[in-house]
């Protein structure tokens, strides 16, 4: 499990997921409880099963317009920073819309060849 | 569109994580509550952030309206206490300016020509308001004698003992004519000089009353003679008053030890005397300046010249502080200044702010954090097929499993 663990991507971390999770544990080694090695595991089992379970228990689907105002791709990562985009799944009838929206998008294909 | 599976995956994510970190932390001797404390603080956590529904605050749910029901029912009386006192700093300066604008009035009002209670009042009204014990006001007495003769008596009274007290028997002429109540003292031409400059009245002040008294009797001008030399005298010695024991001017402020026409500041703060040429000086250099300024600045020179100038004008503004500093230290030029580089900042600042702002906005606000399987582009047109992301819009949270965008460049 280790092993597998480190293939996983620590984008996730950066969600509001990911960041409160490192809140906590940022408190705990904080107030000595746990040292930051486990923190580390932490993170890194985060990672896995975030991942995982993106891929397993989410069904649903997104489509999304807009117009792209910057986009870059370096480290096998695209970003994408687009503009007046309207968001719409198929589970809701409503639409999302926002001025601006940043991707940030790792290669699916890396993690399942390694 | 709906994000309530969202809290169902946070949960079971969560719930994974704590559980497959359990062995680790037995391992690291960690004790099993401090791993109920990481779960916990992590959901309260998440739950602040308000992303989403989540299911293990079902209590959580009621106290969110209930907590903007609290806000908004303790605001009114914030906001009512705000206004009392508001309205209680509103009304007592009012209150307190009342009497305060009610001695401004009364009291030139009362007075015809004008005791000043304060010496540093006469600044602020040049003229022919004299202080009563300015004890130069041998002619400035009578007149004030004759102006308002009910009050003129005290005055009149003060003037003689003062000129008795300095003087002695020298005064007696002085003292005399002031006794008699000279009315003729008070002729135009000094009403007329006296409104001038403040600055400069100490010394029109004393010429005119040597040449100005044609109608004076001769005990009287014999008496201001020896007055005038005894002044002049300890004007030379350059002391402060003390044999007159009376300030000399008080026309252009409350200081009393100094002999000078002028004070200025200097570089060190320290208030330093002027003479009569150094105040030519100033006001020349002054006028020079507005002078320049009038023509634009030196438009229709050429531009080595006008340069030079303006190089010249900054630098004797930066090392004598200023030519007009003579009335205490010059705000509107530092203001000036102040405004100058506050420009230049500013658009620098704002630069870098929005730097700054656009980033916040990538990185806080609006954000999809995804896979992608296929990025494909025809000329401007992009097409990519994402998945397993999380995004977040609005406030609100969404995951998805599979997503297709389209966009232009």
Redesign the interface.
């Known amino acids: 499990?280790a092993t597998n663990s480190t293939n996983f991507?620590d984008?996730?971390r950066?969600?509001?997921?990911g960041t409160?999770?490192t809140?906590?544990?940022d408190?705990?080694i904080g107030a000595e409880?746990?040292?930051p090695?486990?923190a580390m595991?932490?993170l890194t089992?985060?990672d896995?099963?975030?991942?995982?379970?993106?891929?397993d228990?989410?069904?649903?689907?997104?489509?999304?317009?807009?117009?792209?105002?910057t986009?870059r791709?370096c480290d096998e990562v695209?970003t994408?920073?687009?503009k007046n985009?309207t968001?719409?799944?198929d589970?809701?009838s409503?639409?999302?819309v926002?001025d601006?929206?940043?991707?940030?998008?790792?290669?699916?294909?890396r993690?399942d060849e390694k | 569109?709906?994000n309530a599976?969202v809290g169902?995956?946070?949960d079971?994510?969560i719930q994974?994580?704590i559980n497959?970190?359990r062995v680790?932390?037995e391992e690291?001797g960690?004790e099993d509550g401090?791993l109920d404390?990481?779960r916990k603080?992590?959901q309260q956590?998440?739950s602040q952030?308000n992303?989403a529904q989540f299911p293990w605050d079902p209590k959580p749910e009621p106290p969110p309206p209930a907590a903007a029901n609290n806000a908004q029912t303790a605001a009114p009386p914030v906001s009512q206490q705000a206004a009392t006192s508001y309205t209680q700093a509103t009304l007592s300066p009012q209150t307190s300016a009342q009497p305060l604008s009610h001695q401004g009035s009364l009291h030139p009002g009362a007075n015809g020509m004008g005791i000043k209670p304060d010496p540093g009042m006469v600044k602020t009204e040049p003229g022919i308001k004299q202080e009563p014990g300015t004890g130069m006001s041998q002619a400035g007495v009578p007149a004030y004698n004759a102006a308002n003769a009910g009050r003129g008596g005290i005055a009149a009274q003060r003037a003689a003992q003062a000129l008795e007290s300095n003087y002695g028997p020298r005064a007696a002429a002085s003292i005399s004519a002031i006794q008699s109540g000279m009315a003729q003292q008070m002729n135009p031409a000094q009403l007329a000089q006296r409104p001038g400059q403040p600055p400069q009245q100490q010394q029109q002040h004393q010429a005119p009353q040597q040449q100005q008294q044609p109608n004076a009797q001769q005990q009287y001008r014999q008496g201001v003679a020896a007055t005038m030399q005894q002044r002049l005298q300890s004007q030379q010695g350059a002391h402060t008053n003390g044999p007159n024991g009376l300030p000399a001017a008080q026309v252009d402020g409350s200081s009393d030890s100094f002999e000078g026409v002028l004070l200025r500041h200097d570089a060190n703060g320290h208030p330093v005397e002027m003479g009569r040429v150094e105040i030519d000086n100033l006001i020349h250099a002054q006028i020079a300046s507005r002078a320049k300024q009038m023509e634009g600045g030196g438009l229709m020179l050429p531009l080595k010249e006008a340069t030079r100038h303006r190089s010249i004008a900054n630098k004797s503004k930066a090392t004598t502080g200023g030519p007009s500093q003579v009335d205490g230290p010059d705000d509107l030029m530092k203001d000036e200044d102040l405004d100058e580089d506050a420009i230049n900042s500013d658009l620098d600042d704002s630069e870098e702010e929005k730097d700054d702002d656009e980033e916040d906005?990538?990185?806080m606000?609006?954000?999809?954090?995804?896979?992608?399987?296929k990025?494909q582009r025809v000329k401007n047109k992009?097409k990519?097929t994402?998945?397993?992301?999380?995004?977040?819009?609005?406030g609100?949270?969404?995951?998805?499993?599979?997503?297709?965008?389209?966009?232009?460049?």
Do not use: P
């Open positions: 499990m991507y984008l996730y950066h969600g509001s997921l409160t999770l809140d906590a544990l408190d705990l409880r746990i040292d090695q486990l595991k932490v089992q985060f896995r099963i975030v991942a995982e379970s993106l891929s228990k989410v069904k649903a689907r997104l489509t999304f317009k807009g117009s792209l105002d986009y791709f695209w994408f920073l687009i985009v968001f719409k799944m589970n809701g409503h639409s999302v926002a601006k929206v940043k991707i940030v998008s790792c290669s699916a294909k993690t | 569109m709906s599976n169902s995956v946070y079971h994510i994974e994580v497959a970190v680790d932390f690291n960690v401090v404390e990481l603080g992590w956590k998440l952030l992303v906005d990538d990185s606000g609006h954000m999809m954090l995804c896979m992608y399987d990025v992009w990519c994402l998945k397993d992301g999380v995004l977040t819009v609005n609100r949270e969404y995951v998805f499993h599979k997503a297709t965008g389209e966009y232009e460049w």
